[in-house]
């Protein structure tokens, strides 16, 4: 088994992607419930490997520190990257790249970034050698979560955020002999 985590609120009145921004107070307490409920319910891991970004970097911490492991950092497991947007307060974004807020085609790039399209062929590479993650904890974004979901269900690949119900420090259980994907927290 390999077990997904999204990491914990952080302030989104920024644009995420590869943003630095921090968990929130509300943020760092849904993650030590997730990491709690792991413990409590005796879900077996060995490793934990985080996206190198702050946000879930900060997530892996809190988990690793109760469930006594360390964490590997990988660029692997990073979420889409908004370009020239990241980072940027949401109404600075709004102004300046106005044609990039609601963006509604899986192939459109964010400037100096990334499309959907391309997460989406970037997970498909992720997921023909995830048998190397076995008996681990992913801590890693919304985006990452539901490209997995898309390419084990064989799903059409739409710009549908909520789908999945990928909440913030939900776990989802990846099952690798059967490659099926579900929310179990």
């Known amino acids: ?65 109760i469930l006594n492991l360390d964490i590997i950092k990988i660029s ?15 109404e600075v974004a709004m102004n300046k790249y106005p044609e990039y807020i609601k963006v509604n085609r899986i192939d459109v790039k964010y400037p100096n970034g990334e499309s959907m399209l391309d997460l989406y062929k970037r997970m498909k590479l992720l997921l023909k050698n995830i048998d190397k993650y076995n008996n681990s904890l992913l801590v890693t974004h919304r985006g990452v979560i539901n490209m997995i979901y898309v390419l084990l269900n064989g799903d059409e690949l739409t710009m549908d955020k909520e789908k999945y119900g990928v909440e913030h420090a939900s776990v989802h259980e990846l099952n690798l002999e059967k490659r099926k994907i579900r929310r179990i927290k």
């Open 1 to 65: 088994m390999i077990y997904l985590v999204r990491h914990g609120l952080d302030d989104e009145s920024y644009i995420g992607g590869h943003s630095n921004v921090d968990l929130t107070e509300i943020g760092i307490k849904q993650v030590e419930n997730t990491g709690i409920w792991l413990k409590e319910n005796n879900i077996k891991v060995s490793k934990i490997y985080t996206s190198d970004i702050k946000r879930a970097v900060a997530t892996s911490n809190i988990i690793g520190k």
């Open 76 to 90: 692997e497991l990073r979420e889409l990257d908004k370009g020239l947007l990241t980072g940027l307060k949401k």
